[in-house]
Structure formats: C-alpha cells, structure tokens
C-alpha cells in the first residue's frame, strides 16, 4: 500500500530512547523472565525450543553488545508492539540497544529517499512496503537477503528462520528471484459490511422489494452502488447510518488509496496474477525485459484510460454521496476505526489492519455483548472493466530491509532484530496484537482456531488459497518514492472537484511518464530502467487486445450479490 506507514498523522510520531536505563547484564534472565510474562503458549515453538532460539540470537549478539542501533517503520499496532515490548525484550537478551522509531508514511518515505540519494546511513534498518521492490530491483540500493544470507551476513542469520515459512515472499522477491525484504507484517484489503443489518429479515425485504434482488455481498460494482444508495440516510438503532465509508484529504495517504489495486479492482489492468502483464494497477507498460515504456494510452499505458476514468469518478462519487460528510476531510488513519463507530453499513476498500480497532472495547458498537462481531469481511466487489484471472486486490506486505549504505557491522545488528521480531518465538503473539499475519505456522495455530469467530472471517482469509490473488504492486513501478508523490496530488484534484477525472489523470499519466524519461536518461538503473515507446495515438492502443481498454458502452451492469455463507464457504 505505501512505504511502510500506514498513519499520516504527526500526533502518532514516536521517537523512543537508545534503551539506555536497560539492564543487559542477564541475558539468561532476561529471555526466560520474558517467555514467562509475555510468551507463555502463544508461540509455534514449544518451551524448549523458544529457549534454544533465544540463547542462539544471544551468542550471536555477543559481537555487537553496547552497540545503539536505530530502524523505522510505520505506526500500526504491530510496529507499536514492537517498539515498545519487542525492542525492549531484544535489548536485554542481546546487549543491542535498538530504537524503534514509529513515523508517518511521508516521513518514512522522505528518509528512505533521502538515505538512497545521499548514500549516507539515515536508519540501521526500515520497514517499508514490498511495493517498492522493483525500486529496489533496479537500483541495486539495497542488500539482497538471498547472498546477504550465505555470504556476509551468514553468522547472523538465524538457523530456525525458515524462509518457507512466510507467507509473502513471492513479494519481496525479484525477478532475479533474489529476496530483497523480509515480511514483517502482511494485511489485505477487503470488504467490510454490517453482517447484522445484512441479514435481518426486514432490511432484507425491503433491499429486495426496491432493486430486485436479495442483498448480500456486492460481487459487482453495480451491487455496491445500490446496496450504498439503500442505506444512506436511514435510521438504524437510532442512529442515522451511510452506505459507504472512504477518505479524500489531499495528503500521501490518497495516493496508495488507488496505487492499492484501485484501479485493478475496477478492471484497468492487464490480466494476470500477481499483477498484470503487460499493464499494471498503477497504469504503466512494460515490455518482455520489464522495462516501463509509458504511462499514458498514447504509449499502450492505461493511467488515464476510460476503466481509470471510470475507477476515479466513481470513488469520487461514493465518497460525496454515500459517505459522511467528514470523509473527504480525512486521512487513511483517520478514516480506518470510522466503521468501529456503528454507523457504516459497508466500505469496499477496508484495510485488515483496522481489524484491531474492531475489536476492542472501543468497538462496542459493532460487537455483541459476547464480544463476537456484528460485521464480516468478504472480497471486495470488482468493476465494470474487471475480467476473470485479473488481480482482485491488494495486500500490504512491510517487510525488513537493509540498504548497502549502511555499514555492515550496524547492519547486522539490525538484521538480528529484524529477525528477533519475526521468529517463530514472538510471531504468534505479536499477531495477536496487530492481526497482521506473516507466518503460515501462526495462521495455523490452535490460538488462532480459537479466536477466530471474534474476527469476522480475517482468519479464514488467511487459511484459504484466495490469499494469494491478492498482492502488493509489482516489479512495473520502477521508482516508487518519486511517482507515489504524483498520485496523491492529481487525484485530490480529481476528488476536490478542482479537475474532472480525466484531466486529473491525464496530467498524472504525462507526469509519470516524465519520471521515467528521466530515469532514462539518467542510466542510472541500466538495462533495468525505463525505455519510453512511441505515441501510437488512443485510437490504436484502444483497439489492441488487453489493456488498456476502449469505454464500456454500459458501465453500470446488472448487479450481482452472493450470501455471505455461502460465500466463505469457497475460502474453507
């Protein structure tokens, strides 16, 4: 979705201290007081084998112990897990005193940019999005794990890290087929609608005696429109509710509202999975050596093809018409708990990892007494232009990486924290708190069984193959910083009203395509880099096979919904 933040708000920034009132005298101590107050049974490894994995990180940490190591990532509950229990815990059982910075999604951009720019050491260590990989492919910035792991970095690499083990790095990994990042922590964007309200009988009548058809689960675009316009306005448990729930404020965390399979979600891509081929979700082109060769339909791109047109102005829509009217002045992270508040009957653009916020106290109103939910997730719907075997959707994947420009001894420090956070030991916990999943063994765990009719379907998500038909942004996006910045300033145009759809896009697709004739020029990635094709014209790009495709004649089709039971009985 974005470079490793996921809030854009300044209030949540936090700087914490190199740990330096740490006692990190016991390391033995400190491991076995930390299984007992904070382990305990939630872990794939049995006592015994927690207690092995932490004496290894401790002999392995005994070069680097009084060293102050400092890495950064986004401020969710996992990263805020982390900093304030995971690095603590590392602290005294390694000797490495590590601080965890938690900062907004733009300032982690800005110091990852300015780390690849300036050649000097900003961080030891970032989390940031998988959706920078073919950034990182093509400029060769960053250590890739595959050889960090066998060569330099062998003597701190954890002997129980079992790379198969996770779940997303088919992400993190390049066409080269080396690893560039290690998953840290994995969300996926779905559905989310009011289960209760969706099956009570005379909600359902009334759906049924006024479009046709039986609510349930939109499975189209024209299902969603409706199932929004039916409950706006209305009044349920006394409280006047809306049928959609979005964001528009012109700030970073707009632009991945659409780099974020938006656009595939509405069917302008290419058919393919992960991500199309040759035309990805954010509208650029490649050819076979996977060298972007434009943006705009006069070069074969699709950024401002009708299906885009289409993707923004119905967002735009939904968003004036059905939502609250606070909606466009927010953020990602203001506009994620809304839905907790009781008064949203669906959002298709849900991030799960806003399933915490639904299930704490503060989420009464969506929960029974029991503290089992009153909403579900589902698949969100997909658009007019949408075709069978495109991408479906979008799953975050922040992951762990180290940029050459760090010295290596700092590097491998950071990496064994990196590695301390996401082991077998701690992984079952640390997704307890943040519900954002990395490890197919804690997926599987028995806690997990057990919890799961309290999370509305998250966790038969993740047991099911339908996971993988969700993906981060591929190996298209060839300078991620620098084009990420383009789409949150053209489609808050588009969103403010300042410009129509299509001149929004038109202006994001020519800048886009500026940036990679810069690239070009540069040569600074190689034979890896941008090679702008030639303007053939809409005319003759609209009428090739595949994207990007010529206007619809209809885009509003018949409207399809599915019963939600039947529906997550296909994931099981």
């Not at 954002?436 to 998250?458: C, D, V, Y």
Request: glycine share 8%; net charge negative; hydrophobic share 35%.
């Amino acid at each position: 979705m974005s470079l490793a933040a996921l809030s854009c708000s300044d209030s949540s920034d936090t700087k914490n201290d190199a740990r330096n009132d740490i006692d990190i005298s016991d390391p033995a101590g400190a491991a076995s007081k930390f299984l007992d107050e904070e382990i305990g049974e939630l872990s794939s490894l049995s006592r015994e084998e927690q207690e092995a994995e932490l004496a290894w990180f401790t002999d392995a940490a005994k070069p680097f112990r009084g060293m102050e190591i400092s890495v950064v990532s986004e401020t969710i509950a996992t990263h805020e897990y982390e900093s304030k229990v995971l690095a603590p815990a590392f602290t005294a059982i390694t000797g490495i005193r590590v601080t965890h910075d938690l900062i907004g999604e733009g300032d982690v951009v800005e110091k990852l940019q300015t780390q690849m720019q300036s050649n000097e050491n900003i961080y030891d260590a970032y989390v940031n999005d998988s959706d920078l990989i073919g950034t990182h492919w093509r400029y060769q910035q960053v250590r890739n794990l595959t050889d960090w792991m066998a060569g330099e970095g062998s003597d701190v690499t954890n002997p129980n890290l079992d790379l198969p083990d996770f779940i997303g790095t088919d992400f993190t990994t390049g066409p080269d087929k080396k690893l560039y990042q290690l998953p840290d922590q994995q969300f996926a964007n779905l559905y989310w609608f009011r289960y209760d309200w969706f099956t009570d009988p005379k909600i359902k009548a009334e759906f049924k005696a006024q479009y046709g058809y039986d609510l349930g689960v939109p499975v189209n675009w024209s299902a969603y429109e409706d199932i929004a316009a039916f409950f706006t306005g209305r009044e349920i448990d006394g409280k006047k509710v809306y049928g959609n729930m979005d964001y528009g404020k012109k700030d970073p965390s707009l632009g991945w509202r659409f780099t974020d399979a938006w656009m595939s979600m509405a069917g302008m891509g290419s058919v393919g999975e992960p991500n199309g081929l040759p035309v990805d979700e954010w509208g650029i082109r490649v050819n076979d050596k996977s060298q972007p060769v434009g943006s705009c339909v006069a070069r074969g791109g699709a950024t401002n093809s009708p299906a885009a047109v289409y993707a923004v102005a119905k967002y735009s829509k939904w968003l004036s018409d059905y939502a609250p009217p606070s909606a466009a002045g927010m953020t990602f992270s203001e506009a994620g708990p809304v839905p907790s508040q009781g008064a949203i009957a669906q959002q298709m653009f849900w991030y799960t990892t806003f399933t915490a916020n639904m299930v704490g106290e503060e989420a009464s109103a969506v929960l029974y007494d029991d503290g089992t939910p009153r909403w579900r997730m589902a698949p969100s719907p997909h658009g007019a232009y949408w075709e069978d075997g495109m991408k479906v959707g979008y799953q975050d994947a922040g992951a762990w990486t180290l940029m050459k420009s760090t010295p290596t001894k700092r590097a491998k420090a950071a990496w064994l924290y990196a590695q301390f956070v996401t082991s077998k030991t701690v992984d079952v916990k640390k997704a307890h708190v943040g519900l954002t999943f990395i490890r197919e063994s804690t997926i599987q765990h028995n806690s997990f069984t057990e919890r799961a009719p309290k999370l509305g379907g998250l966790v038969e998500f993740y047991r099911s193959p339908a996971r993988t038909q969700w993906s981060p942004t591929g190996t298209n996006v060839p300078d991620y910083p620098r084009l990420a910045q383009l789409w949150w300033q053209n489609i808050g145009d588009a969103s403010s009203g300042t410009k129509t759809p299509q001149a929004a896009l038109n202006a994001l697709c020519e800048q886009q395509e500026r940036v990679l004739s810069r690239l070009e020029r540069s040569g600074l990635q190689g034979d890896l880099g941008p090679k702008l094709g030639e303007e053939r014209g809409y005319a003759y790009w609209l009428n090739q096979p595949g994207s990007p495709k010529a206007k619809l004649a209809n885009e509003k089709p018949k409207p399809v919904t599915i019963e939600y039971d039947k529906l997550i009985a296909t994931w099981q």
